[in-house]
């Protein structure tokens, strides 16, 4: 045993944590490697949580977070008792593991995705399945459908997918709901309002969905640390059951003040979730110009690659030009990029510099 690690539990010497992606301080970095929004969040959100500073931060937070709660059931037309909040949707869906897939069963999960998903099955104990997405980087549902309906536990998927930006429409989520009687299928929306259809709309339908969504992405608030799931109640109980069970205040009275604001400025959200798409469709058709190879995205990102450049040179080049972007080493997508949409210029210098590399 390797004698730092002689304090530790057995359960952790085996964990292989996540790996954020790094957040260096240099200045005038052109950062579009984690997905952050690349527009603050709006003014109102920065009123309410400079309000909320100066009132109350002696006293405990709501453990329930009702007023938020509230707000986003009233957006999404559901009831407030249909919503679980947690300290970003990396808690809710670590929640929602703890709760709804530790039984022995594989869970069942796209081979590309969001990559926390078997970071939690590591941490619970989760036994999982790796589905291949097919020939063109899309989920298949009926690749998830089992004759043994004991052969599954269970199924995470995101949708837009991460880091593909691939999004199903209703109607697969549906078949893919349909197939899973019994067991829940949770469905990770972090980058829904960039292009695709969110799954809430069906949770009255379906007692195994769980939506989860966050308000890191299109509502610029990646430092607040807000998320949440929408299903029927008895979902929600358990992950109450969870969340009380580990730290019963996961929202402090900042964070439930500038989440509650962000819903309040509809038109903010509008506009700049719709200047991210522009850019999107804008940076998709420069890389396709310099002979990139580009997935249909409906997320804030794009995954690239070039037929004749390796992907790792490549984000080496970049970064000497104090440009980040992501490069993930997993052997389906060791040769693509994954690009976050920034602002306009943001977009032009990543187009300039890939130019520039390439005629070298
Ligand atoms: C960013 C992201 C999250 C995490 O969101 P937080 O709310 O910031 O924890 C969850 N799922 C996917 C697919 C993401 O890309």
């Known amino acids: 045993m390797n004698p730092e690690e002689s304090f530790w539990s057995p359960a952790i010497r085996s964990l292989v944590p996540y790996v954020p992606g790094e957040q260096p301080k240099i200045p005038g970095l052109v950062k579009l490697n984690t997905n952050e929004n690349p527009y603050p969040p709006s003014p109102q959100v920065v009123q309410a949580i400079t309000a909320a500073a100066r009132q109350g931060l002696q006293l405990y937070p709501d453990p329930q977070a009702t007023a938020l709660r509230e707000v986003l059931a009233a957006h999404h037309g559901i009831a407030a008792g249909q919503v679980f909040a947690g300290n970003g949707s990396d808690e809710v869906l670590a929640h ?85 009687p019994g067991r829940v299928v949770l469905v990770d929306e972090a980058y829904v309002d960039f292009g695709a259809d969110s799954a809430i709309g069906l949770i009255d339908r379906y007692p195994n969905l769980l939506v989860v969504q966050t308000l890191s992405k299109a509502r610029s608030l990646a430092g607040l640390r807000v998320g949440f799931a929408a299903g029927q109640r008895h979902l929600i109980a358990a992950l109450e059951r969870v969340k009380d069970s580990f730290n019963s205040y996961p929202l402090d009275r900042l964070a439930l003040a500038g989440a509650v604001a962000a819903y309040q400025d509809h038109a903010y959200f509008e506009q700049t979730r719709f200047a991210v798409m522009r850019s999107r469709e804008g940076l998709t058709l420069a890389l396709e110009d310099l002979g990139f190879e580009v997935l249909p995205s409906s997320a804030n990102f794009i995954l690239v690659r070039h037929p004749r450049r390796d992907a790792v040179l490549l984000a080496q080049a970049l970064r000497e030009r104090g440009i980040l972007v992501r490069h993930f080493g997993s052997p389906r997508v060791a040769q693509y990029l994954r690009i976050s949409v920034g602002t306009p210029p943001q977009c032009e210098a990543l187009v300039q510099a890939l130019g520039t590399i390439l005629v070298a």
């Open 96 to 180: 929602a593991f703890f709760a709804f897939f530790r039984h022995g069963r594989p869970l069942l999960m796209p081979d590309v995705t969001y990559s926390f998903y078997q970071v939690y099955c590591g941490l619970y104990g989760i036994a999982f399945e790796a589905v291949p997405l097919d020939e063109q980087m899309q989920i298949q549902v009926a690749d998830y459908a089992r004759a043994d309906p004991l052969a599954v536990g269970g199924v995470v998927i995101a949708n837009p997918n991460a880091p593909t930006g691939c999004a199903l429409p209703l109607a697969a989520i549906e078949q893919l709901l349909q197939s899973q």
